[in-house]
């Protein structure tokens, strides 16, 4: 989650700077990059936790995304990549559509 964030500002940051569609068809190129990378390898990735922490009571998810201070995240790298990807190839395409007039 915290990596589709993270593609969330990286468009809206390259958008509000230069306005240029170009460099936002970069950003989803990017992205593709990054999907690519990180699914090749994603799929190889096995997690022994069922989604609630120890200290989680029962029913209770415990957020590990990472976003919060002082909790840890175990989700590796690769995983990472692969869903900044998807954030970069999402919202490019987001702003491309909604805003293609004011490109330039």
Do not use: H, K
């Not at 990017?30 to 994603?42: F, K, N, Q, R, Y």
């Not at 490019?92 to 330039?104: A, P």
């Amino acid at each position: 989650m915290d990596t589709c964030v993270l593609g969330v500002l990286t468009v809206a940051l390259v958008y509000g700077l230069t306005r240029s569609g170009l460099l936002i068809v970069g950003l989803a190129g990017l992205g593709i990059i990054c999907i690519a990378v990180g699914g090749g390898t994603a799929g190889q990735v096995t997690s022994g936790q069922s989604g609630y922490g120890e200290y989680g009571e029962v029913g209770t998810p415990v957020d590990d995304t990472g976003i919060w201070p002082g909790v840890s995240s175990d989700t590796p790298l690769q995983v990472r990549v692969l869903f900044y990807g998807v954030g970069l190839v999402l919202w490019s395409l987001i702003v491309l559509r909604l805003f293609s007039s004011n490109l330039q």
